[in-house]
DNA sequence: GTAGGGTTAG
């Protein structure tokens, strides 16, 4: 351009940037600086020059910078089009990035545009998934309160979203306030309250519930009725269990492997053996298949009512015969060898896991370090914690505890060492500290210090 | 298009 009478004018700056970006070997912070230059020394950037630099951030997947080069637009007089607040919106909800996300909203608000319906539902049920409670329903009233329907499938995320956080009565009153503006509910809306009452231990209400959708002339489906019979299995109540499980199939709803899979889980915790192999007959005739989540619930059942050989047994029987196995089944398999005293088979068993592309999780470690404290004492563990190669995980608040659960003399260090890896010390942990410092009698040491701190501070638990 | 199941420390 030197050979051209003139300065560049801010179509050339933005016809630079263009190619800059089809180039595809982009800096961004080169970009930034540009525009900044722009700002500064002219040509001051127009429309264009946002626009070209935002939709070419989004290409790259850089938010950040697409969220900045909008605010700058906005702060320049130029008001975004929706197609680019749109395009905005949908990239940061497919990145994940909520906190983007509820900025572009707020900027599209700000401009009077309202997001597509897909999206919108996409960006409430991920705020619901992250327990971003308030945020998803504060969306959802900003739009509602403007008049803007969005209609069952929008508001059952936020139903869900609050029954699975123990707050089903707030559930319950936004229920019925919707109810009155006129949403119809369908299904799905009332198993969140059903669900959300059982899990909060108000069975009874949960019934109430199954009778209240009942009579609105709502069919409970198989998914409602196998949320009651899972939070009665989980209660030990069988018999009640059995009685949905009756009323469902008098009812013309079918029980799926699902349901049939809570069942056998809580009848392997009763020890019921006939009943077990009744239902697993059952499964058979109606032509399911036992998957990995069957193997986990007689496994793992049989496992917690102390029945290890069988469990054992069980499970080397699907490892040899190549069943589907995953993550979960093969913790269950480590935890029958460590209960067994079988240490150095359930190493190799968590070597060949790694090999075979399964990645041990938290849980796994915790098995083994459990595992280490009964054969080869504590001292090992505390090691264990310090150098095991704990593959992408981190010793957590459990390992912690199984190791204090076996020798809670190490309380007066170990809280130290949760506090320099920031974990939060749990009632568990208090549990094993309180128990201690009454045996020992000594009140300065430095666990009841540290104790003391933690309530001053709010973060101890009750 | 929203929703249900299994695995760790007392």
């Known amino acids: 351009m030197r050979n051209m009478p003139g300065k560049p004018t801010v179509y050339d700056f933005n016809a630079l940037m263009y190619c800059y970006f089809k180039s595809g070997n982009v800096s961004f912070h080169l970009l930034i600086e540009l525009y900044l230059g722009m700002k500064s020394f002219g040509p001051a950037p127009n429309a264009s020059t946002f626009n070209t630099l935002c939709n070419g951030m989004l290409t790259f997947g850089n938010l950040k910078d697409s969220l900045f080069i909008i605010e700058e637009m906005c702060g320049s007089g130029f008001v975004p089009s929706f197609k680019i607040l749109s ?38 049920c991920m705020l619901g998934k992250a327990g971003m409670i308030h945020e998803a329903y504060f969306v959802f009233s900003a739009l509602f309160n403007k008049g803007y329907f969005f209609g069952v499938h929008t508001f059952n995320p936020i139903l869900w979203a609050f029954c699975k956080s123990n707050q089903s009565y707030t559930a ?38 199954l009778d209240e959708m009942q009579g609105n002339g709502c069919k409970p489906n198989v998914i409602t009725y196998t949320v009651l019979i899972k939070f009665f299995c989980d209660n030990g109540r069988i018999e009640q269990a059995m009685k949905i499980l009756t009323e469902m199939e008098r009812e013309g709803c079918n029980p799926d492997l699902l349901t049939y ?30 998957d990995s989540y069957t193997h986990a619930a ?25 069943c589907s196995m995953d993550v979960a089944l093969y913790n269950i398999y480590l935890h029958c ?53 704990w593959e992408a995980n981190w010793p957590d608040v459990v390992s912690f505890n199984t190791v204090l659960l076996h020798n809670n003399s190490l309380i007066s260090q170990l809280p130290g060492d949760m506090y320099n890896k920031r974990l939060k010390p749990d009632s568990l942990s208090y549990g094993s500290l309180i128990t201690d410092l009454c045996s020992s009698g000594d009140p300065r040491s430095s666990a009841i210090k540290r104790m003391d701190e ?9």
């Open 454 to 462: 933690d309530f001053v501070k709010g973060s101890a638990e009750v």
């Open 261 to 290: 899979n809570v069942i056998i889980r809580e009848l392997c915790h009763q020890g019921r053996m006939s009943d077990i192999l009744e239902f697993i007959q059952i499964i058979d005739q109606k032509g399911f298949s036992p």
């Open 87 to 124: 395009k905005l919106l949908k990239k940061s909800l497919q990145f994940g990035s909520l906190m983007d996300s509820l900025c572009t909203l707020e900027i599209m608000l700000k401009f009077g545009y309202v997001p597509t319906e897909p999206t919108f539902n996409m960006m409430i």
């Open 337 to 389: 060898l460590c209960r067994q005293n079988r240490l150095k088979e359930a190493l190799t068993m968590l070597d060949r896991m790694i090999e075979e592309g399964f990645m041990p999780t938290n849980v796994s470690y915790n098995i083994i370090l459990d595992g280490v404290c009964r054969e080869n004492g504590v001292d090992e563990a505390l090691d264990l914690l310090d150098h095991f190669k």
């Open 298 to 322: 007689l496994a793992g059942g049989l496992l917690k009512a102390g029945n290890i050989g069988f469990a054992y047994e069980l499970l080397s029987d699907a490892v040899s015969k190549s």
């Open 172 to 209: 319950l009153q936004l229920f019925y306030s919707m109810k009155k503006r006129g949403i119809l509910y369908n299904v799905c809306s009332y198993t969140a309250l059903v669900y959300g009452f059982c899990r909060e231990g108000f069975q009874e209400v949960a019934l109430q519930c």
